[in-house]
């Protein structure tokens, strides 16, 4: 007899009551996601799965509920785990007491600086945590192929990739010209990850229905751009399934509710994207998305299926998503449903934490290669490489940017030069994109609008998708500055007057990452906010996110890369 006919023996001895269980819940009141009702009965756990639900008396231990709602975890559909700035170890230290005990991860960010180095890393530090993160190989290194990145990720990388067993599904698709122009590269990822069964994850930002049918037919699975009710719709017709994202920069949520009816609802899923260390620890991941889904007025259950069973189904995890035999013994606490706080929060059948807290530590974090730890390559400037000359500063084309969002306009306006050459000040601020992996020389100059500083600069090494480096200033010696000092850190972020630092914050592991505790980098957050203060910022909007997004140049309208301004709906640079 093979172990695993033995494994089975044993929990069907457990399922019929020929044996104890080895664990018993009792006393709680089970949300049952398949219909949408709480009923109580018994939880018969062995080997960390469910056995039993029903009237089982039996348990070698047992866990008592006290009335409380018995919730399947949380997962997340799509998460940049590079936006949080932590290691997945402390990530999962995070998000494991919010009640999230799966996501679903794209570890993009990092490989378009250190490729398949990269993903390894993140695959080997994922494993053997109390969050189950299943991580994609990225589709789209670089985002667009005019990119300057560190690395790129081709069909035969992806091959490698796939090899490993900590690998799952293919990555947000986010170079859609590939996937409607038939690009061979493009379409034998897809193809591997068709044969292996594992999903395809999209990215359909701003696509028409001809480019959503094309996308469909490609096999792509599910999708996390939609930002307006019509545009779920759409997707949903096309047998997606809709990841309503709210993560910092971007937050859907309350656009795309409309959209849900008890007709469709199953086709709708939760997941945060890109949401930063301080929001995470806040607000919260996913548990925030169905709080704010029930405050807005969805029915609790309904919001706890679309962060349950709706997101297992979608990413073929027949094991999790339910309280049901032949689940994962994985299970919540919660006390109220309409506030959705989680109480406790059990993985295959062990508490992992209570009130907020783990009950235990995370493991020691993986070792970073050391590639990683030195990803800041610039070639020399000087601060007259920041002079932006113009053709006509009558009309001339601006970015027109909306804090808390990731979408841009193209306008057309008028700007303060002298001779011919743009004075950043008042609405009107200078964007810079240093290239920052080869040494290129390469820097990107445009106009922006929408950052309230009256003076100062702030700069990162968080750009996405490429992650050169970025920076946003009204005048040019903060600029420089600010620029320096990023590239004298080996990669992070700083608010900068003048030639002084405000405050700032390493990022060394990639340019992306701090290799600190999240208590730390928390506090390192907190400090860059309360020092914009003094550069004349007000607003409570991060403004270092809504900065990322400027340099990602395959999201609607006008976004900056290190070779120069890009209209993404005409996918083609732009003259100044």
Not at 484 to 495: E, F, K, R, S
Request: glycine content about 8%.
């Amino acid at each position: 007899m093979d172990r695993h006919h033995a494994t089975y023996k044993k929990r069907l001895a457990a399922a019929s009551k020929q044996e104890p269980a080895d664990i018993l819940v009792i006393n709680g009141k089970l949300i049952d996601v398949y219909t949408l009702t709480i009923y109580e009965a018994s939880i018969a756990i062995t080997d960390g799965y469910i056995v039993g639900i029903g009237d089982y008396t039996e348990g070698k231990t047992v866990i008592d509920a006290q009335g409380k709602y018995v919730c399947p975890p949380l997962i997340d559909g799509h998460v940049h785990i590079e936006s949080a700035m932590v290691r997945p170890e402390d990530f999962a230290g995070v998000l494991v007491p919010k009640g999230v005990l799966t996501a679903i991860a794209d570890p993009h960010e990092l490989a378009n600086v250190a490729g398949v180095e990269a993903v390894t890393y993140m695959v080997e530090a994922a494993k053997d945590l109390p969050l189950d993160i299943k991580m994609a190989v990225p589709s789209s290194v670089p985002a667009a192929s005019f990119e300057e990145n560190g690395a790129s990720l081709s069909a035969e990388d992806a091959r490698l990739l796939f090899a490993n067993e900590g690998v799952y599904g293919l990555g947000e698709v986010m170079d859609y010209p590939a996937v409607l122009n038939g690009d061979d590269d493009m379409l034998e990822k897809i193809a591997m990850a068709k044969a292996k069964g594992r999903p395809i994850d999209g990215h359909a930002a701003g696509l028409n229905s001809d480019a959503l049918n094309a996308y469909r037919t490609a096999g792509i699975h599910n999708d996390h751009e939609a930002v307006t009710a019509e545009e779920a719709k759409a997707r949903v017709q096309r047998g997606f399934y809709v990841l309503m994202r709210e993560g910092t920069a971007a937050r859907d949520i309350e656009a795309l509710l409309p959209a849900v009816t008890a007709a469709n609802a199953r086709r709708f899923a939760f997941a945060t994207d890109d949401k930063h260390l301080d929001d995470l620890l806040k607000e919260g991941s996913v548990d925030f998305n169905v709080r704010k889904a029930i405050a807005l007025g969805m029915e609790p259950l309904q919001a706890i299926q679309i962060g349950t069973l709706n997101a297992a189904e979608c990413f073929q995890l027949d094991d999790k998503g339910a309280i049901a035999p032949g689940k994962e013994a994985s299970f919540l606490f919660v006390s109220d449903l309409s506030t959705f706080q989680v109480d406790a929060v059990y993985a295959k059948g062990m508490l992992v934490a209570e009130k907020g807290e783990l009950t235990s530590p995370i493991r020691t974090p993986y070792p970073v290669p050391e590639r990683l730890l030195n990803s800041v390559h610039l070639a020399p400037f000087a601060r007259e490489d920041l002079t932006l000359k113009l053709k006509n500063a009558h009309s001339t084309p601006v970015i027109e940017t909306t804090l808390g969002s990731i979408v841009t306009k193209k306008a057309m306006a008028s700007v303060p030069a002298e001779n011919g050459i743009f004075q950043p000040g008042g609405e009107w601020l200078k964007l810079a994109v240093v290239e920052r992996h080869e040494a290129t020389g390469h820097i990107g100059l445009a106009i922006v609008k929408g950052f309230p500083f009256s003076e100062g600069a702030i700069a990162a090494t968080v750009a996405h998708d490429s992650h050169n480096l970025i920076a946003v200033g009204a005048d040019d010696e903060s600029l420089y500055h600010a620029i320096h000092h990023v590239a004298g850190l080996g990669g992070g972020m700083a608010v900068v007057k003048g030639n002084n630092v405000l405050a700032a914050m390493p990022l060394k592991l990639g340019g992306l990452m701090s290799t600190a505790s999240a208590e730390t980098v928390k506090l390192q957050l907190n400090e860059l906010q309360q020092s914009l203060v003094h550069l004349g910022y007000q607003e409570k909007i991060d403004p270092f996110l809504t900065l990322a997004f400027l340099a990602l140049p395959v999201i609607p309208a006008l976004k900056l890369t290190s070779k120069g301004l890009f209209d993404v709906n005409a996918f083609a640079f732009v003259e100044q």
